[in-house]
């Protein structure tokens, strides 16, 4: 579990779209790390990895996208 002291922002749109259509993540996974996320006020990939439903590599490949975002 990952409890985080400072509120998470609700993953975006475009993070959710670059998961399923970059990354191939189920909808059902999705949900679910959404739901976990906002329990625990943490950051979504983070969850996702923290679950086993994102690789390392497929962690910083998020990593990497939300870094070009900005």
Partial sequence: MVISSHPQPVASKQL?????GRLGLSGN???LGLRQAELEQAPLPI???SFGLLSL???Q??????DNQG
């Fill in 57 to 59: 590599e497929q962690l």
């Fill in 29 to 31: 996974a999705l949900n």
């Fill in 61 to 66: 490949q998020v990593l990497d996208w939300q």
């Fill in 16 to 20: 959710q779209d670059f998961l399923l």
């Fill in 47 to 49: 969850v996702l990895w």
